[in-house]
C-alpha cells in the first residue's frame, strides 16, 4: 500500500552525530521527509557521504532536492582540531563552503552549525552582531566556515551554539556526560574545572530550534543570517557535576572545584554565553531545565541498577 511521504524534505549531515540524531529525530517526527547522512557510522540507517568529496555532495543533493539542508558535521574537539588542524578546516570550512554553493543551486535553506567559541569570552552576553574573536583554532575554523556559508549562499543561516549534550550512545559523545563516571565513582576525588562558565543545552532544543527556524523560513525568505540559541543555566563543569550527582541522588563531595584557568589544552572562552532574544523575538526556542534532561540522558549509564529502578518512581 501507498505510504504517505511528506512533501517538505530536509537532508542533515553530521546525522550519526550527538546533534544530527536528534536533528534527524525531530523533522522526521514532525511530517518532514528526512535524510541523513553520515561518514563512518553511516550505515544501515543513513546514507554514506564523504562531504570532502564535491561529486558526492553534489549528486546527493540534486537526486534529493531538499528544501532544507542542516549542516551539523563538523570536527568540534578543540584539542583535535589544534592537533590535526588541516583535516579540521577541510570538513569545518571547505566543506561547508561548498555545501553552502551546493544549496544555493538548488534554492535549499541551508542551517549551518556554529559555536560559542567565535567569542572570547570577555564581555558576555555576545548578540550575533556583536565581533568575534575567537582563542582557539577550533572557533576560528567555525568561523571561516560561518564566512564560507554566507559568501556562498547569501540566503543561508548560522546557527551558534553551545556545550551540548542529549541521549548519547557512549558518555564521550558529549564535554557534558562525559563527567557521569567521575560523579559515580566517589571513592576517589576528582577535580572538576570551576573557572569556565558554561551553559549546557539538549541536542532536543536545538533540533525544535533548527525545525522551527526551517518552518519560519518557509513562509519568510527574509529569514536568514547569524541566530543564537542556548540554555539559560549558567554551569561551571563542577557545577553541572554537582547537579547530576543531585539528579541521581548520589554523593558529590569527592568533586574538587579548581577556580584557576586550566593550562592545558586549546584555550577556552571564561564566558561566551549567547543572547538569544533575536530568535525568541521571532516566536522560536524550546528549553528543558538542565537536571530533567541529564536524568533522561544518563540513566541508562548509571552503574548501581538499583537506582534505575527509583530515579523514575
Known amino acids: 500500500e501507498d505510504v504517505d ?15 544530527g540524531r536528534a536533528v534527524f529525530k525531530e523533522f522526521n517526527e514532525n511530517n518532514w521527509n528526512a535524510v541523513g547522512c ?4 553511516a550505515q544501515p540507517r543513513f546514507e554514506q557521504i564523504n ?8 549528486d546527493i543533493i540534486h537526486d534529493f532536492q531538499p528544501h532544507v539542508i542542516v549542516h551539523c558535521a563538523a570536527e568540534r574537539r578543540p584539542d583535535v582540531v589544534e592537533s590535526q588542524p588541516d583535516a ?35 564581555s558576555p552576553p555576545y548578540k550575533e552582531s556583536d565581533v568575534p574573536n575567537p582563542l582557539n583554532l577550533y ?46 565513582f566517589s571513592n576517589k576525588s576528582a577535580n572538576m574545572d570551576h573557572w569556565q562558565q558554561r551553559f549546557p543545552t539538549n541536542v532536543k532544543d536545538v533540533a525544535a530550534v533548527c525545525r522551527q527556524l526551517a518552518e519560519k523560513r ?18 561551571t563543569k ?13 554523593p558529590s563531595s569527592h568533586l574538587r572545584p579548581i577556580t584557576d584557568c586550566p593550562v592545558v589544552g586549546a584555550l577556552r572562552p571564561r564566558n561566551a554565553q549567547l543572547d538569544c532574544s533575536k530568535l525568541e523575538m521571532l516566536g522560536i526556542g524550546q528549553r528543558t531545565p538542565f537536571r530533567a534532561g541529564i536524568k533522561e540522558s544518563l540513566w541508562p549509564f548509571l552503574v548501581d541498577k538499583r537506582w534505575r529502578q527509583t530515579v523514575f518512581h
Not at 553520515?38 to 557510522?41: A, E, S, T, V
Request: hydrophobic share 45%; proline share 2%; net charge negative.
Open 5 to 19: 511521504i511528506p512533501s517538505r524534505r530536509v537532508l542533515i549531515t553530521g546525522a550519526t552525530g550527538l546533534l
Open 139 to 184: 572557533g576560528k575554523t567555525k568561523l571561516e566556515g560561518e564566512k564560507a556559508v554566507l559568501e556562498n549562499n547569501e540566503g543561508a543561516a548560522v546557527l551558534r551554539i553551545p556545550v551540548l549534550y542529549g541521549e548519547v550512545e557512549r558518555l564521550e559523545e558529549s564535554a557534558v556526560t562525559v563527567m557521569f563516571d567521575k560523579v559515580q
Open 51 to 58: 562531504l570532502l568529496d564535491s561529486i558526492a555532495v553534489h
Open 238 to 250: 563542577y557545577e553541572m557535576a554537582c547537579a547530576i550527582a543531585d539528579a541521581f541522588n548520589l
Open 88 to 122: 579540521a578546516s577541510q570538513l569545518n570550512v571547505a566543506a561547508s563552503g561548498n555545501l553552502a554553493k551546493e544549496a544555493a543551486g538548488v534554492g535549499a535553506f541551508l542551517i549551518y552549525i556554529s559555536t560559542d567559541y567565535v567569542f572570547d569570552g570577555t
Open 38 to 41: 553520515g561518514y563512518r557510522r
Open 218 to 235: 518557509m513562509l519568510d525568505p527574509s529569514v536568514k543570517g547569524t541566530f543564537h540559541w542556548s540554555g539559560n543555566e549558567q554551569m
